[in-house]
């Protein structure tokens, strides 16, 4: 079967809530809003290299603007709200912003294929440059694992980005 149109929602009970806040070690990830409007783009515009080498994927391709960015937040706002997907703003125990993460549907963000069926969710990350040279790239791949398997009902998280820390 030819799986590359398709995707696979992400299954949970029908009680659950996602978590608005997550915290492990150093880094405190946050549901993102239209509140963190500006730290995102100029975030964004200053690591538009590094997310592409680390997270891998085409975006960003260029510098955001803020208008284009809103509506970008806004689409993320309402996806975790209807628990389509799952996007937090990274920030560090001081507030300082570090980057963003992503939890979606098989299929959305890496085609489908027959041997990524088996897994329940599709993870992805990058920070700033500033926060990579700090260490915060390994640091927030060791927190997804924890929040995944403490905070979602996920069995078999793939996590997409190119360059995967060793641990």
């Excluded at 149109?5 to 492990?24: G, N």
């Amino acid at each position: 079967m030819d799986y590359r149109l398709l995707s696979k929602q992400l299954e949970m009970p029908a009680d659950f809530s996602p978590p608005a806040r997550l915290v492990h070690e150093e880094v405190v990830a946050t549901a993102i809003t239209r509140a963190d409007l500006q730290d995102d783009v100029r975030g964004i515009n200053a690591s538009l290299a590094l997310i592409r080498r680390t997270r891998g994927g085409n975006w960003p391709s260029e510098p955001v603007t803020e208008e284009f960015n809103f509506v970008d937040l806004v689409w993320h706002e309402l996806e975790f709200r209807e628990r389509y997907s799952f996007t937090y703003v990274l920030r560090d125990s001081e507030g300082g912003y570090l980057g963003c993460c992503y939890l979606y549907p098989m299929g959305r963000r890496t085609q489908l294929t027959e041997d990524l069926l088996r897994y329940d969710v599709d993870v992805s990350w990058w920070v700033t440059p500033s926060a990579y040279e700090a260490g915060y790239y390994a640091k927030t791949h060791r927190a997804l694992r924890r929040w995944l398997a403490a905070a979602y009902p996920f069995w078999d998280a793939y996590f997409s980005n190119r360059e995967i820390p060793d641990e």
